[in-house]
Every structure is written in C-alpha cells, then in structure tokens.
C-alpha cells in the first residue's frame, strides 16, 4: 500500500487551470520534494490534500483511506506543515504541543511523552520551556514540525517550510526532516529550491498544474546541476 496515491487530479480556479491530470504516488518513507517554480500548482495541491479544497476532479488516498469518502480516517494519517506559521506566540513549547495534542483527542503522560518524543525528533527538547516568542524563526518551525508528529501520522506534508529562513536554520531543518524519512515517515516536501533536494530523494517536478517527471533526483539529473534540469523542463519562469 502506498501512503499517498493521487489519480487523475484536476482542479480550477474559475477559468484558471491549477491542477490538471496529476497522479503521483508516494513511495512509503522516501522523502518526495514537490519541486515547482511559483504558480506551479503546489499550494493548491496542498489544500487539496489536506481538505481546504474539495475537487470533483480524481482521488487522494491516504494510507488506503480516500480521502473523499473516508475524510476523518485519511487525514489522521496526515500531519501537515503549512507556509504560513500557525503558532501560539504566547505559550511555550510544551504547551503548545500539548494544546494540538489535545485537539487530538490525546491528554496526560500520553500528551507529555508524545510531546516529549517528537521534539527530540527535531532536536527541540531543550527548548519545551521556552515562550514560542523568543524562539528564533528555524526553532520556531522545527517546533511547527515537531507538533505535527504528535497524532504519529504516516505522511507528513510540508508546504515550503523554509521560507523566509537563513541557511543555517534551512540546513538544520532539511537534515531533520530527512532523518525523519530515514526512520520510516514518508515526507512530501513543496519547494522551488534545488539545495533542498538531495540526490537519494524522489522528486515530482510540477509545472503549470501538470506532472512532468517523477523519478529519483539522481535520475532526474543524470550528472547535471539539478537546477539547470529544472530550468531547462520549467522555462525558468513564475507562471503566475
Ligand atoms: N484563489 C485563487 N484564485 C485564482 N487563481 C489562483 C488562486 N490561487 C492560486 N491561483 C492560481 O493558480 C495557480 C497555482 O497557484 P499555487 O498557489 O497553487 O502555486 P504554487 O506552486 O503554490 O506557487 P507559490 O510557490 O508561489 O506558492 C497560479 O497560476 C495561481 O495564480
């Protein structure tokens, strides 16, 4: 079973084409980066998977749950990361794991080990006292991270989670987020940055709403810089 299957996924926007034809499927503890110049279709794409978007166009399932008409079961295997930042500034670390894991339905020693586990993932534990205001902005989205492993998802989704980072930080969190796959969690990972990619990842390069490869990044490359494939398959344009 994969973790992530799409089939023939479309979606518009009035007359704008977002998405069209796309079908992918992920294979179970790789990271996959979603690779696509702005206006490629890959936030779109997101909603959809995460259900802020409904389309009539294909399916999505998750973990062998579709998502059209088994919502509450595929998204529980989903943990998801969005671009923009969704923290309580004013509660600490811990507190704010716990807060989602309470929206989880998850309370006690099983909230603070939950906790507990899935900061040490991001190398985060010896920040949990801390207010989330005084975290600089990589802690702050390996926090981001860390929260969303807390129902123990088998996908995790990360929509351009480095944007707006300094390198340090951006290394940091891809080395983190790799580690992550290395232990078994398949990881679908938006961006338009080649350096994030590395050559043992799978990569589904998107490109005014349609799929033009899917295949290892060393394939993909074939000896070459990535980003000169890339530019070469996408124009080098924004296609907004
Ligand atoms: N609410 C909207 N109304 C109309 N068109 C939209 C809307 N949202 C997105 N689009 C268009 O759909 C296409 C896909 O946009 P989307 O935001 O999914 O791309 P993206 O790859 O996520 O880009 P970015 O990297 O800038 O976030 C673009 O052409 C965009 O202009």
Redesign the pocket.
């Known amino acids: 079973m994969t973790a992530l299957e799409i089939n023939d996924l479309g979606y518009s ?2 007359a ?1 084409r ?2 069209d034809g796309v079908s992918f499927a992920l294979r179970p503890g790789k990271f996959t980066a979603l690779l ?12 959809l998977l995460t259900r802020l978007f409904v389309s009539r166009e294909g399916r999505i399932s998750v973990a062998g749950h579709d998502l059209a008409r088994e919502p509450r079961a595929a998204l529980s295997k989903i943990g998801v990361v969005f ?1 923009q930042p969704t923290l309580d500034l004013d509660m600490s670390v811990m507190r704010n794991m716990r807060y989602f894991a309470a929206l989880h339905g998850i309370s006690g020693r099983e909230a603070q080990a939950r906790s507990e586990r899935a900061l040490a993932q991001l190398g985060m534990v010896e920040r949990a006292g801390e207010k989330v205001r005084d975290l600089n902005g990589g802690h702050r989205r390996r926090m981001e991270i860390a929260r969303a492993l807390i129902h123990e998802p088998e996908v995790l989704l990360l ?2 989670p480095t944007v707006g980072l300094d390198f340090k930080s951006r290394q940091a969190i891809v080395d983190h987020v790799h580690g992550l796959a290395e232990r078994g969690l398949t990881v679908f990972w ?1 961006t ?1 940055l080649v350096d994030e990619i590395r050559d043992y990842d799978d990569v589904v390069v ?1 490109h ?2 349609r799929v033009l490869a899917h295949r290892a990044a060393a394939k993909l490359r074939e000896g070459r810089p990535l980003a000169e494939v890339f530019i070469e398959m996408t124009g080098g344009e ?3």
């Open positions: 926007f009035g704008k977002a998405l696509g110049p702005n206006g490629a279709g890959k936030s779109t794409l997101f909603s671009q929509d351009e938006a338009h998107l005014r709403g924004e296609t907004r």
